[in-house]
């Protein structure tokens, strides 16, 4: 097989996609309108310090090593992955949970608040890792064509989990409120609340507890760095400033894109843009799915986003922080029920520098701050500064110190960032979540229904939201256009 193929967008998904073609044989070009490559997974250095813009969690650890193992590659070649003890802190109102790097030491913290939980949390992680087993090494890699690829063994002897919801099951286990916010935390990157989330996925908390939580040392951007490493050394061309604004077809087959205003042609598209956009490159007979197909659909959150400088070292925090010392229903609501900005949000505070030393300048602490919002809300200054303000009020009284005279700069990030700098719909911030309705073959197709040659990876596609998932999407692309043009 070798076609040329142009891909655009320079995400996860598309990076990979752009790995997998090249090693078929192709000859691959990615095309990315920004000025560096990686999508949301971008980076901002300033004044010695170092964020990660976007993605901060890396979990599933083993996904990343099989795709650096499908080039004969292993993670460590590219980056150094240390495990994070703690993993994460969680702040209630009136107390802190501390979640170690060991289900030993989870399980302790766990009798600590509620005595006897550590027996059903045991059996619930067992129970979760075979679903992680499942889904990780089976479903996730169907391309998402077909119904009956999620009817196996394993899934028929299942079905009941994809029609209970994870709320439902956690709450038949544990009583305690602080431990069921705990259980429910890991389904929210699959972008839906976890009442709407079916129980099957699950596979989350072992990836939390079970597998744990990493860090590639100097942050998240080295593995967009470790995969372009790759991708060039597999002869990828990657193109930034490279805005593609067309894809042309002719007699329902895609013949070329315009980039910058100029044709280029190409025997296969690949776009690893926001799905929604991607479509929008095309004239409308060629569209697959309507504004009121997307309008319809429940999008993963949108996230408005602080990068702190912070002069000294910040104390009582961990790497990971979740403040979840206000009412999680209500701010549910208000992201999914009834969007509108929220009265008193939760947020997630990672302060990487706690842990490497790289990320800010010596004594001082680099500091993330993300509250979820309901995507496609307005996004002002006025709006963004006010919830800093209250945050980091919050921040300061929970955590018992003063930080806010300690602030060097502060940028912030949101709805309109989101849709400015990537395109995407309504400035959600990580893509379609996973419902029951919206899961596996139920997702925009990775192969356009109605043109020939094109193709979508990414996000919005199967297998859905999540760096893990991304880079799964970009291989399930490329081995759909093998099964499709092998000859
Ligand atoms: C704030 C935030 C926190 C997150 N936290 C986590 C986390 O902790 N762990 C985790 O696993 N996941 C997390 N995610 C989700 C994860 O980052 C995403 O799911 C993943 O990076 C999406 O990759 P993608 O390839 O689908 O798309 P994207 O990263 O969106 O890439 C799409 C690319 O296409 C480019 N593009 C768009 N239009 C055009 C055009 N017309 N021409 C050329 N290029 C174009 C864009 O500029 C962009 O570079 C987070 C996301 C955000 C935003």
Known sequence: MSKSI???????????????????????????????????????????????????????????????????????????????????????????????????????????????????????ILKAQTNYNIAINKIVLKPGVSPFELVTKDTITRVDQFFGTISSQVRKKFKNPKLISILEFPVLFLGAKPNKTPSFYNFMNFADFGLGTWHPKGGMYEIVKGMKNLAQNL??????????????VENKIVTSIVVNEIIMKYDIVVSGADYHHSETLLDKPYRQYSEAFWDKKT??????????????KIKNVNHHNLFFDTNFEKHAQEIYDNPKWPDDPLFYANFPSVTDETMAPQGKEAGFFLIPIAPGIIDTKEYREHYFEKIINRFEKITHQKVKNSIIFKESFCINDFIEKYNSYKGNAYGMANTLSQTAFLRPKLKSKKVNNLYFTGQLTVPGPGVPPALISGKLVAELIKKHHSN
């Open 6 to 124: 142009a891909i655009i967008g320079s995400g996860f998904s598309a990076l990979s996609a752009a790995c997998y073609l090249a090693k078929n044989g192709n000859t691959v070009t990615v095309f990315e309108k920004n000025e560096t490559i990686g999508g949301r997974a971008n980076q901002l250095k300033k004044e010695g310090f170092t964020f990660d813009i976007g993605p901060s969690w890396y979990w599933m650890p083993d996904v990343f090593e099989n795709f650096f193992n499908d080039f004969s590659k292993s993670a460590s070649d590219f980056y150094q992955l240390d495990k994070l003890n703690p993993a994460y802190k969680v702040f209630f109102s009136d107390e802190t949970v501390t979640i170690g790097n060991h289900m030993d030491n989870i399980c302790e913290e766990f009798e600590r608040i509620e005595p006897g939980s550590s027996v059903p949390l045991k059996s619930f």
């Open 235 to 248: 002869n990828v061309e990657i193109r930034t400033n490279s805005n593609v604004t067309k894809i042309i």
């Open 299 to 312: 999008f993963a959150p949108s996230s408005l986003l602080f990068y702190v400088g912070f002069d000294k």
